[in-house]
């Protein structure tokens, strides 16, 4: 019996696939580091919408309205539109870092434990944009922000896994991580297809020989950048610069260049290295490096200029909650995303069948599905990119990805804490026993 039960788990697809010990520990680093820049992400947010309420509202709107730049390459800029341009292609240099490492050597090179992320992803962002839908669907110019539900905010969803799941199983972790890695992808995707309006051919040009130039000199002096971090800001930064540059110029989002760069950056090391083993890779070590700067710096600073809002007092706030724009947003994150994400994951288990981890439970799925319905940085540039300034749904909206992001946080929260108890025993399952037989002692006891 036991071997015919140890051939049926050998035989049947399991998720999430138990990672490695290395794996465990980095993202334990992850949680870690995101809960501080969740945490400054937050503390920025809350004093612009303070500052912008204020009887000083007018120094911040000055400050973010205030341009400068070089007008004939189309960079002169207000220092939001900097923030939103060119900070967060920083963060999303970190995020095509983050993608081509799970592509190469993590969870999404194989395609039996990458079909369930991708699609509980996809379900993630097609549920909330059709919610959205629904709701303006009167209103045929209200729909050019259906994308706007369809972001999760790394950031702030992992630090409040990290704040509160002390004794969450490593598998959900890493579920939440890569289904973040995914959701990210496509969102990528929809600022580059979706909010492209014309593209200049000759900048593009410029900008693709650009970025080969610097995919030339990271993959064949990986070594030397990896051993030399002073070199990496000296050579690869200016190129960077330049091609994000040519990027913005052709039409394009200039974060998709920080997407494009972090792609060119190698994951694994040349046999004529001669590295040590477990020696980390170029883009672990640059991820490593950046990370402060994104998580410290580039995406506070985003938030604080992004996250500024008028409220006009409460008559204001109550015209922006009956918005249908703010609706459809806060249905969009708050119940469409686990909807989404909860449904599409039954469903590509059960047509593919492959187990849960037996340490999970739906109900721990569903608490992922809250914490991805904080859609805060991508959701605030992507409404930057559907409605103008002038127009009102641009603060109502900013309005509703904040009220959405809290109640979705504080929705997780209460579901996750009351599951901590499980996640503890979940963690002594998966703990070995004192005496170092591999055999975890909860087993022992059955």
Do not use: C
Not at 27 to 48: D, Y
Not at 122 to 149: H, M, N, Q, R, S
Not at 203 to 217: C, K
Not at 306 to 318: D, K, N, Q, R
């Amino acid at each position: 019996m036991t071997s015919q039960h140890s051939r049926h788990s050998a035989e049947t697809p399991q998720f999430p696939r138990r990672g490695s010990y290395a794996e465990a520990v980095r993202i334990g680093a992850l949680l870690r580091k995101e809960t501080v820049g969740g945490g400054l992400l937050v503390l920025m947010a809350a004093i612009a919408i303070i500052w912008a309420n204020s009887p000083w509202a007018e120094g911040y709107f000055w400050l973010r309205d205030l341009e400068f730049g070089y007008e004939p390459w189309h960079l002169r800029l207000s220092l939001g539109a900097w923030a939103a341009d060119g900070l967060l292609a920083i963060f999303f240099f970190l995020v095509g870092l983050e993608l081509k490492r799970e592509l190469v050597a993590g969870d999404l090179r194989r395609f039996s434990t990458a079909i369930v992320p991708v699609v509980a992803a996809i379900g993630g962002v097609v549920v909330p944009a059709a919610f959205y839908i629904a709701i303006v669907a009167p209103d045929a110019e209200l729909a050019k922000g259906w994308a706007i539900p369809t972001a999760t905010d790394i950031a702030f969803a992992v630090a409040v896994l990290a704040i509160i799941g002390s004794h969450l199983p490593s598998a959900l972790r890493i579920f939440l991580l890569t289904l973040a890695v995914v959701d990210d992808l496509m969102a990528i995707g929809i600022i580059a297809v979706f909010y492209t309006e014309s593209i200049e051919l000759a900048p593009l040009l410029l900008a693709l020989l650009t970025i080969a130039l610097y995919a030339v000199l990271a993959q064949r002096y990986r070594q030397f950048f990896h051993l030399r971090p002073v070199a990496a800001w000296a050579v690869l930064l200016p190129i960077g610069v330049v091609a994000w540059a040519f990027v913005h110029a052709a039409g394009i989002h200039a974060t998709i260049a920080g997407v494009l760069l972090g792609f060119t950056i190698p994951v694994l090391h040349r046999r004529r290295d001669a590295v040590g083993e477990g020696e980390p890779g170029l883009a672990e070590v640059f991820e490593h490096r950046f990370r402060p700067l994104s998580a410290g710096f580039a995406v506070p600073v985003f938030a604080f200029f992004s996250a500024g809002v008028a409220l006009g007092g409460p008559e204001g706030f109550i015209a922006a909650l009956t918005d249908p724009v703010t609706i459809g947003i806060v249905a969009g994150l708050v119940v469409g995303k686990p909807i989404g994400i909860v449904l599409a994951t039954w469903v590509i288990t059960r047509a593919r069948g492959i187990r849960l981890d037996p340490a999970l439970k739906w109900i721990d799925i569903t608490g992922v599905g809250l914490l991805a319905g904080i859609g805060f940085t991508v959701s605030l540039l992507i409404t930057e990119l559907s409605f103008p300034g002038a127009n009102p749904h641009h603060d109502h909206a900013k309005v509703a990805i904040l009220v959405a992001s809290l109640i979705a946080a504080i929705l997780a929260s209460i579901l996750l804490s009351i599951r901590n108890r499980r996640y503890r025993r979940i963690a002594l399952e998966e703990a070995v026993d004192d005496d170092g037989d591999g055999i975890p002692d909860v087993y022992q006891d059955r």
